[in-house]
Nanobody, 115 residues
Framework: QVQLVESGGGLVQPGGSLQLSCVSNTTIFSLWTMGWYRQVPGKQREVVASIDENDRINYADFVEGRFTISRENAKKTVYLQMNNLKPGDTAVYYC?????????WGQGAQVTVSS
């Protein structure tokens, strides 16, 4: 059973930074497309960033150069470095992974941006 475990959420002031991490237990992590998503109450989950098995990266428009997604296949880990955070970035952030028809989600990490 493939599992994704996130860490790194928390409370940060506007303009601050956080790094989220997501560790997988699959032995073929390098073949998975990984992504970060976020969700606020009453809204649909939306993609923040994704990175595929060839390290091709896509970002949502609202990222505006503030976030960086990266992966370290030897550690089976994907990261999301978030800088210049805004109150509007407050959400539960989910790690998602996809391989062929298989889709897995992490448990979610709360990120709160507030002064």
């Amino acid at each position: 059973q493939v599992q994704l475990v996130e860490s790194g959420g928390g409370l940060v002031q506007p303009g601050g930074s956080l790094q989220l991490s997501c560790v997988s237990n699959t032995t073929i992590f390098s073949l998975w497309t990984m992504g970060w998503y976020r969700q606020v109450p009453g809204k649909q989950r939306e993609v923040v960033a994704s990175i595929d098995e060839n390290d091709r990266i896509n970002y949502a428009d609202f990222v505006e150069g503030r976030f960086t997604i990266s992966r370290e296949n030897a550690k089976k880990t994907v990261y999301l470095q978030m800088n210049n955070l805004k109150p509007g970035d407050t959400a539960v952030y989910y790690c998602g992974g996809r391989f062929t028809e298989i889709q897995k989600w992490g448990q979610g990490a709360q990120v709160t941006v507030s002064s």
